[in-house]
Each structure stands twice: as structure tokens, then as C-alpha cells.
């Protein structure tokens, strides 16, 4: 329902409609749009341009079509839509990432050494992800713990792989400005290309499916796209540094 082409449409405000609804799948389809302008601090017409946007004739017909998805996303909560990963390997196949993907070589290879940060889902594949460079040649550490002391006990000349699935989790942003701050360029690996985790990064990898959580804030969202660019960054990498 919502492709990367329409997301990348949105204004600030109708991203901040994207992000609620995003995060509220559930309840929105009963939702009047005086409240879930209320919840995303918007105005109705900035809802109403958004549904818009995501090909709706107004609020009533965005709402049904939610609700069909809510409803999917409730019976199969795990799974990528087919169609959602189908896309995603096809824009892999036809070198879309490319221009990306060595651009972030070009940070990590002459690195000391690669600081990988994620929490919750994305914490598993953080972890995953250190390892597979360190195979291919480049030192890499995984934190589970945002606050560890990195800049005090990790060379300066690193270079940070943030992985977040929404680029919205409040500590990886936290995390993100210090790394800034201290002019350690960052790789982004996430869904949304407009995300804030995004706009902060030197080089974003956007995959461009849907996040998906529950009320109680659950991820459901797949982490497949993650694990297929975190391994061919990594074997690109791996050439480079085979090559000198």
C-alpha cells in the first residue's frame, strides 16, 4: 500500500501522517481524521493531501483499504509480502543499489574498524552483520548496549553501520548524533529513504518495504532485505581489499 515512490512524495508534514499510521495500523481503519490528525499533530488537510498521495479518493476509501491490510498483517504477521520482496530483488538484480552500495565500501574499507549498532530485530542482524565483514577482512564489533563507551575505547578512524528498520528508534538517532558529532561517517541500512536515521547518514542503503508493528509495538517487519545488503556490501568490500 505504501510503495517508496509514494513515501518519497510526501512533505515533512504527510511524513509525519505516514509515520503514525505506520506505527498505528491497527486502530486507524476506527480512527475519525480529526483524530488521527489529533495523533499526528496535523491538520485534516494535510491527512486528506496524504491519502491522496497513497492513491485514495479521500479518508473513507485510505481507511478500507488499511483495514484489508491491518487485517493481512494480522493473519501472517511475519511475513514479507511477496510482491513487497519481489520488488526489492528486482531493483537488487538492476543495479539500483549500486551507486550505494560502493559508496559505503568507499567509507569502510580504508576504516580501522566498523562499529555496528541495532536494537530489538535489527540487534540479531547487527550482530550477524559484524561478523560477516570480519570474515571478508575488516574488523568489525556489534553493540548491543547503546551506551557502551565507543569513543573511548575504539579507534577514531571508524566508521559506523547503523541498521533500523523505521530510522526512527529514539536511542539509535541518540546514538547517530554523537557519532556525528564526532565525524564518524555513518552507513544507514533502512526501509525509508525520508526516515530521520536516514537524512543523518553519509550513505543511505533504503530498501523500501513496510515496516509493520502492532498496537503493543511489536516488529513484525521483515529483516530480509537487511541481511541481502549488509551481504553483498560486505562482498564488495571483500573484493576491495583482496585488491589492495
Do not use: W
Not at 157 to 163: C, I
Not at 201 to 223: I, K, M, P
Request: charged share 20%; glycine share 8%; proline share 3%.
Amino acid at each position: 500500500m505504501f510503495s517508496t515512490e509514494q513515501i518519497q512524495s510526501l512533505n515533512a508534514l504527510e511524513l509525519e501522517v505516514y509515520r503514525y499510521v505506520a506505527s498505528h495500523l491497527q486502530a486507524v481503519p476506527y480512527m475519525r481524521i480529526r483524530e488521527l490528525a489529533a495523533g499526528a499533530h496535523v491538520s485534516t488537510s494535510t491527512v486528506l493531501r496524504f491519502c491522496r498521495k497513497m492513491g485514495c479518493d479521500g479518508y473513507a476509501e485510505f481507511k478500507l483499504r488499511l483495514k484489508d491490510l491491518a487485517g493481512d498483517r494480522a493473519v501472517q504477521p511475519g511475513a514479507l509480502r511477496g510482491d513487497e520482496l519481489r520488488g526489492f530483488l528486482s531493483r537488487l538484480e538492476r543495479g539500483a543499489f549500486d551507486g550505494d552500495l560502493d559508496r559505503a565500501v568507499s567509507l569502510l574499507a580504508p576504516a580501522e574498524e566498523v562499529l555496528v549498532f541495532g536494537v530489538g530485530n535489527s540487534d540479531g542482524i547487527a550482530h550477524y552483520a559484524a561478523r560477516y565483514l570480519s570474515n571478508v577482512g575488516k574488523l568489525a564489533v556489534a553493540f548491543s548496549d547503546i551506551y557502551y563507551p565507543v569513543f573511548r575505547t575504539h579507534p577514531e578512524q571508524s566508521v559506523a553501520l547503523v541498521l533500523s528498520a523505521s530510522g526512527e528508534v529514539g536511542v539509535i538517532l541518540e546514538m547517530a548524533g554523537k557519532l556525528a558529532e564526532r565525524g564518524v561517517p555513518i552507513v544507514a541500512v533502512c526501509a525509508n529513504s525520508r526516515s530521520t536515521l536516514s537524512r543523518m547518514a553519509t550513505v543511505r542503503l533504503s530498501y523500501g518495504t513496510t515496516v509493520t508493528r502492532d498496537d503493543q509495538s511489536v516488529d513484525y517487519t521483515s529483516q530480509v532485505p537487511v541481511v541481502v545488503l549488509v551481504e553483498a556490501m560486505a562482498q564488495r568490500l571483500g573484493e576491495r581489499l583482496l585488491e589492495g
